[in-house]
């Protein structure tokens, strides 16, 4: 892989010690804090970095073959001088004091540490977590797509090997094994041991580089895996006071999941219930204790410094027990002991969300449901169609536009499915499929079709992306329910096209798609070279599969998992070479937006007939996408034919 250069960011630093009386620097300390002094520290020398290992392509922006002068950016360490004298003035009987809203660490930093990457080379095992508190500031534009993008590979991993440890308990208990372990543990544990684990360097307040509010995720350890929250089962995550250097613990982020009876919850404030007191029914059987994590609270509050909110809920659909949503950043305004609805005494944080961020993700999730829902009542004007598809789908498809009179997409008929020619199934009489009864096994004749193995575990998921997926299709004997249909049922998640002020006419999801799985075919008119050429003379819009990018292949790699991965290359196809033509009939895919860091793939799957070299492009999600947030797939470089990046938009 091509090597980058390292992200110029800031890291705000505070070095605060309490004065010593054999401190030979004690009498040149403030005369209205003689209890306090505060070091200044020289500038770090940072050393260049390796960043070889990160996933740049060639010819991106960072890329020191393209832009040498990049290379001579380093990241640097703003010492931030503030005293925290509040903190101190109930220690040495001074209750004069001042809060700083921009102290960004409370422990020093050596002179000789340099700015380690936020991908660390591998490595056998994690030791202790860092107790360097830092936070991280001057992220530009560049920097926050390097960010992004390392975080959207490490999720991709992730959610990889979790799901390839699923289809492989699927296939113990296939062999009489009942027991089923946590795959969300060992895909967190293997990636901590191959240092695959991100923001772990240091202990950050604020935001996480790469996180943006409103990213979901569906299991705890995932949050751990980013570093949005250290913590597999604590609520409260928070830097020990036996790790400070001033004796005090801090806190930096917060799950609210209503463990606790005693939380009020109204989005903009949240009045949070210390830990502790509890048995192992998650019942109140105990006061309470200034300690640990609630100290750290407290801690934060007399700092003024800001700690991260994620919350829990019970999502209908979800592939783990709950998700977890990041709602961005809050000051803790206020502390006190309270008698809870127990009868036993409960520590009470009252949050208030920072200005200027973006909407919750909590928020986003309910006004998605009621959309849903009752779409009219939760968004009453807008709506050119609550099913542009006619019920040619199985769910509805959404068209909205708030913002001009732009009615295009109306113009155009809906098709649900690809329309191929005559000729290619013609091959059809010659086919085969399965035997199969119920829903097919390993070891049919599908499964062979596919190297063995299926590529979808029994829920639908796709385990990896492939060259080509065999589905089963109208001469096997197994039923539509079969684990091998996924793609043929159609568009199962709710959709919407939407009118963009940036990309023009996109398209988001009403649901929570999860990493992995089906969402529609793109869909349109199959031509062949010769007649496609003639459609292009006549000023018709043509897409042109074999330019879309092989984003499959990252789908499932797990490279940096086993040192023998292979990428698959069975079963394999001749190249594509046919156009579609779009100019009169498609469907809610040819309204996705283009991007270089896609959240979406394309998938070629045959299902319905055996001709090679006319394949369904089947999309499916690359990493779990929020309800609301806009689906992009990365169509390739456009040609001076068919300009095909800007067709509907």
């Not at 509010?213 to 570093?227: I, K, N, Q």
């Not at 049919?444 to 190297?451: R, V, W």
């Not at 394309?602 to 394949?615: E, G, T």
């Amino acid at each position: 892989m091509d090597s980058v250069s390292p992200p110029s960011f800031g890291f705000q630093d505070l070095n605060l010690i309490p004065n010593s009386p054999t401190s030979p620097a004690s009498a040149t300390a403030s005369t209205s804090t003689p209890n306090i002094l505060i070091q200044p520290k020289l500038e770090p020398k940072l050393e260049p970095l390796d960043y070889s290992h990160l996933p740049y392509p060639p010819g991106h922006d960072s890329d020191p073959s393209t832009n040498r002068d990049h290379n001579n950016v380093y990241s640097e360490f703003y010492r931030v001088s503030e005293l925290f004298r509040t903190a101190f003035a109930q220690r040495m009987g001074n209750d004069e004091g001042v809060l700083d809203s921009n102290t960004g660490a409370i422990v020093p930093v050596s002179e000789d540490n340099s700015l380690t990457p936020s991908v660390q080379p591998p490595r056998r095992r994690t030791g202790q977590r860092s107790s360097e508190l830092v936070r991280i500031s001057d992220i530009g534009l560049e920097d926050q797509r390097y960010f992004r993008e390392n975080l959207r590979t490490t999720r991709m991993v992730y959610d990889s090997l979790r799901i390839f440890f699923m289809a492989e308990d699927e296939k113990g208990n296939g062999l009489g094994l009942t027991r089923r372990k946590r795959c969300d543990l060992k895909a967190a544990t293997l990636m901590r041991d191959r240092g695959l684990w991100i923001n772990q360097d240091k202990r950050i307040v604020g935001s996480i580089p790469g996180v943006l509010v409103g990213d979901m995720f569906s299991y705890r350890m995932e949050l751990c895996v980013v570093g949005l929250h250290g913590q597999p089962q604590a609520g409260i995550d928070y830097l020990s006071a036996s790790m400070s250097s001033n004796g005090e613990p801090i806190a930096t982020s917060i799950i609210a999941s209503g463990g606790y009876e005693d939380d009020e919850d109204s989005g903009e404030v949240l009045v949070y219930t210390g830990h502790g007191g509890q048995d192992k029914l998650h019942r109140q059987c105990s006061n309470q204790k200034l300690e640990g994590g609630n100290l750290a609270l407290e801690r934060s509050m007399h700092y003024n410094i800001e700690v991260r909110v994620i919350r829990g809920f019970k999502y209908q659909g979800g592939v783990g027990n709950k998700v977890y949503v990041y709602d961005g950043l809050y000051k803790i305004v206020d502390t006190w002991f309270d008698i809870g609805k127990s009868g036993f005494g409960v520590y009470k944080f009252k949050l208030v969300r920072i200005e200027g961020q973006p909407d919750m993700g909590s928020t986003i999730l309910r006004y998605a449901e009621n959309l849903r829902m009752k779409p009219l009542s939760a968004r009453p004007t807008g709506y050119l169609s609550l099913d542009m598809s006619r019920k040619k789908e199985s769910v509805p498809v959404f068209l909205y536009n708030d913002i001009d009179h732009d009615h295009e997409p109306l113009y155009f008929d809906y098709l649900p499915r690809t329309v191929f020619p005559p000729f290619v199934f013609q091959q059809a009489s010659n086919a085969s499929g399965c035997d199969c009864m119920s829903s097919c096994e390993d070891g049919c004749l599908c499964a062979i079709k596919n190297g063995g193995d299926f590529a979808y575990d029994q829920s639908g998921t796709l385990l990896r992306g492939k060259p080509v997926v065999f589905e089963c299709g109208p001469h096997c004997t197994c039923p539509p329910t079969c684990r091998n249909r996924v793609t043929q049922h159609g568009v199962r998640k709710r959709l919407e096209v939407f009118r963009s002020t940036e990309t023009g006419w996109g398209v988001r999801s009403l649901d929570l798609i999860h990493a992995g799985s089906f969402i529609c075919e793109y869909a349109g008119v199959v031509l062949t070279t010769e007649q496609a050429a003639v459609f292009r003379m006549n000023g018709d819009n043509l897409v042109y599969p074999s330019q879309f990018t092989e984003r499959w292949s990252e789908w499932g790699d797990l490279s940096k998992i086993f040192t023998n991965y292979e990428k698959p290359t069975y079963p394999s196809i001749p190249p594509i070479d046919f156009a579609m033509d779009v100019s009169r009939m498609r469907n809610v895919s040819c309204y996705m937006s283009h991007s270089s860091a896609p959240n979406v793939m394309m998938q070629l799957v045959l299902y319905d007939h055996s001709n090679f070299y006319f394949p369904h492009l089947m999309i499916f999600a690359m990493e779990n996408v929020p309800p609301l947030r806009e689906l992009s797939l990365d169509y390739g470089v456009a040609d001076e034919w068919t300009g095909k990046l800007a067709i509907c938009n």
